[in-house]
């Protein structure tokens, strides 16, 4: 594994500062569900609908997330925490086992629950460093109808929920 030198380090304790939504976005191809935590997702434009997120270039599931042509961002409820842990590691069938999903229109897993949701398809992947953008046009979205359910956040490597 390849040791982060002293100024990557650096910018990741800065960054650390900048309190991020937390997402699962989930793809299929082929039959199977795939899935990860990502707190690198943001709006890019309202007309038409685009949003980004990034994965590592060296990531195992970048390959999926590509064949599968498109995604769906499940943004976490504050009630959440343990499912964003849950999609950082393991196998993808592990990740999705017992959840509460439904299916869109397009094929890919919904998680149940979430503060909110979009369904994309994917425009263009953009080599950034030594990670790639994925870039998707929204074909649906909800929010939960619950008012009640707050966003998860992250921040100095903690999770939160803000107190609007």
Known sequence: MKSHSPMTNDIKHAMASF????????????GQDFGMTCNSFNTVSLEPAL????????????????????YTVNILSHTQQALAMRFTK??????????DLARLPTGRSQILGCAAWLDCELE?????????????????FGVNADSKVEPLIYARRQFGKLSI
């Open 124 to 140: 263009r992947i953009i080599p950034a460093g030594d990670h790639d953008i994925l870039l998707g046009r929204v074909l649906s």
């Open 19 to 30: 309190a991020t939504g937390v997402t699962v976005i989930t793809a299929t191809h082929a």
């Open 51 to 70: 949003v980004l997120w990034s994965l590592r270039t060296a990531s195992g599931n970048r390959a999926h997330f590509e064949a599968a042509g498109g």
């Open 90 to 99: 393991g196998l993808h069938a592990e990740r999705f086992a017992g959840l």
